[in-house]
Structures are given as structure tokens and as C-alpha cells.
């Protein structure tokens, strides 16, 4: 009678932890289907011979770049000048490649400070921030960059994917969505990512 009630509690045990996974598996689901990311387009970070980013690639995987031999490059160069506006970049980049969101945001702030109308900044600045959760804060970085380039069909991407789902304004959301599908002629991905969102 006691093994059968230890065998009965064992198997409640294991029903109740098997039932819990599968709420964690369906709530995380539900999440990332309610929240996307942002879609990213950052230029890799490296330096040519001339000391300037001529980045042309897409950042890689987390663990794929980022080296710590290449912050403490950047690092060495903001310290002999700290307005060194292009080693600040590539800094930031580095952080983000690692997922250091809090360590990137400083470098391109000094670098927006330098060059407020630096897309490519403000660009990072909005990938950090939104990783950070602190929407208002990307949302800022990527109307910044819509008064400079009001076509920028990234930025207009993501300023909708904030709207829709972190600040719930699905209708205001909807005009940058729209925006892209007039504007965009060449980024067939961009287009079909936007018509998506409209379908949704």
C-alpha cells in the first residue's frame, strides 16, 4: 500500500512538472509571437588600413564577432581621442555583437553627441535601447532618424513594430507599415515583412 502510494505520488510529481514545462513552452510562444524583434541592419565593425569603418556586412551571430582584442582597439583609440567619432562606432558595434547593451549605449552617445545626424548611430542606439526594453527611448532614436531620411524603410519597420506591440497604438503602428509598401521599390523583404505586419 506504501509503494503504491509513493509510485502514485512519483507519477503526480512528474505530471505536475510536465505540465508546468509545456505553460512555459506555450506562454514563451505566445510572447515571441506577440513580440517580435526589431528587424536589424547594423554594418559589421572592422577597420582598414586608412582607420575607417568600411563595414559592408551584416553583424554577425552573437559569439561571431566582437572580439575583445577589437574593444580594447577601439577602447586604445577613444582614449588617445575621445572624438574619435568612428572608433566610438565601431566600440558600440562590438558591445552589441556581444550583447552589451548597457556598455554599447555609452560609446554611441558620445558618438551622437559628435555627429547628431549620424544614421548609423542612431541605428544602434535604437537596437540597444530596444534590448534594453526601454521602447520610449528607441522609438526616440528611430524619429530621429526619420526626420533625417524619412524613407528609411529600417527604421520605419521598426518604429511600427514598437508601435504595434509595446505601445499597443496598432493604428498609428499601421502608417509606417503603409509608408514602406509606397516608398520601398527595391527591399523585397522589407515590403513583405510590412505587408505581413498589415495582415496581422
Do not use: C
Not at 117 to 123: D, Q, R
Not at 176 to 191: H, P, S, V, W
Request: no cysteine; net charge negative; aromatic share 8%.
Amino acid at each position: 500500500m506504501i509503494a503504491n502510494s509513493a509510485e502514485l505520488g512519483r507519477k503526480v510529481v512528474l505530471l505536475t512538472v510536465f505540465v508546468a514545462v509545456a505553460a512555459m513552452f506555450v506562454t514563451s510562444f505566445n510572447y515571441r509571437m506577440n513580440h517580435p524583434n526589431l528587424f536589424v541592419q547594423v554594418q559589421a565593425a572592422h577597420t582598414a588600413d586608412d582607420g575607417h569603418d568600411h563595414g559592408d556586412q551584416p553583424v554577425p551571430p552573437p559569439g561571431m564577432g566582437g572580439s575583445m582584442s577589437q574593444v580594447k582597439e577601439f577602447m586604445d583609440r577613444v582614449e588617445k581621442n575621445p572624438d574619435d567619432v568612428d572608433a566610438l562606432v565601431n566600440l558600440g558595434k562590438a558591445f552589441l555583437m556581444m550583447r552589451a547593451w548597457d556598455r554599447a549605449i555609452d560609446p554611441l552617445e558620445k558618438a551622437q553627441s559628435l555627429q547628431p545626424e549620424n544614421t548609423e548611430v542612431l541605428k544602434a542606439l535604437g537596437i540597444a535601447h530596444f534590448n534594453k526594453e526601454d521602447f520610449t527611448k528607441a522609438s526616440a532614436a528611430y524619429d530621429a532618424i526619420l526626420r533625417i531620411t524619412p524613407e528609411d524603410s529600417l527604421a520605419l519597420f521598426n518604429q511600427g513594430v514598437i508601435f504595434k506591440y509595446y505601445f499597443e497604438k496598432p493604428g498609428e503602428a499601421r502608417k509606417y507599415f503603409e509608408k514602406i509598401l509606397a516608398t520601398e521599390k527595391n527591399d523585397e523583404q522589407m515590403r513583405k515583412m510590412a505587408e505581413q505586419e498589415l495582415e496581422k
